[in-house]
């Protein structure tokens, strides 16, 4: 069985770029959430995706974006990037379905905005 | 909205000391609760779990209850090991929905040899 895994592993963008992060999930899960850690925070949840759609969203802007494909792996597109989108970004596979929800969470990308 | 709460941390304790993170929640209806753990340079880990009160998660030595009267998912271990050492959160999500994870801002421990 394969974990959930995310690319790249480290970025480095400068203010105003845009920049795709990338995640696949978990073989047999259907569902991806992302999350957004602060260094020292808790991760906050950005989005989540399920049969490629988008099944609602924190708070976050609308420049914070993101797809899920028919395999179910996903993207998270970031426009206009500020210094304080600077932080670790996590992507969590899951089945919706189950009784019990559990997300399961990729290793990350370590986002630097200079 | 949903909120958690934890203990700030660091937790420094020696090798085979007990331990306790405090976790308090709050939340409409009836959520369920967890609890990861995130290494140095890793990914968040899910340690254990509970759905409804008075459950008891447990996994690898660590417990947790889901005590509803008191909204608190109070994490334990009777005996901690230096490889015990990470990052906590305590999180809950809804029961139904999108069911997104609501975390609190994490309790570092460190074991001492």
């Known amino acids: 069985e394969t974990g959930v895994t995310q690319s790249p592993t480290h970025l480095i963008k400068t203010r105003g770029q845009q920049v795709t992060l990338r995640c696949s999930s978990q073989s047999g899960h259907n569902t991806v959430s992302w999350y957004q850690q602060a260094l020292g925070q808790g991760p906050q949840f950005i989005f989540q995706y399920y049969r490629e759609e988008e099944n609602g969203r924190g708070n976050f802007p609308p420049r914070f974006s993101g797809l899920q494909f028919p395999n179910y792996s996903s993207e998270l597109n970031v426009n206009a990037l500020e210094l304080d989108d600077s932080a670790l970004y996590l992507c969590?596979?899951?089945?919706?379905?189950?009784?019990?929800?559990?997300?399961?969470f990729g290793p990350g990308t370590r986002l630097t905005v200079t | 909205g949903n909120s958690v709460t934890q203990m700030e941390g660091p937790v420094t304790l020696s090798e085979e000391a007990f331990l306790t993170i405090n976790c308090t929640y709050t939340a409409t209806g009836y959520p369920s609760l967890f609890w990861y753990v995130q290494y140095p340079g890793e990914g968040l880990q899910l340690l254990l779990k509970a759905t409804k009160a008075d459950d008891k998660g447990s996994n690898k030595g660590f417990e947790a209850t889901y005590r509803k009267e008191t909204t608190s998912f109070h994490l334990e271990k009777g005996s901690v090991q230096v490889s015990d050492s990470a990052v906590y959160f305590c999180a809950l999500s809804d029961q139904e929905g999108r069911r997104a994870l609501t975390f609190g801002s994490g309790t570092r421990l460190q074991v001492q040899p």
């Open positions: 969590a596979s899951s089945f919706s379905g189950l009784a019990v929800y559990e997300q399961y």
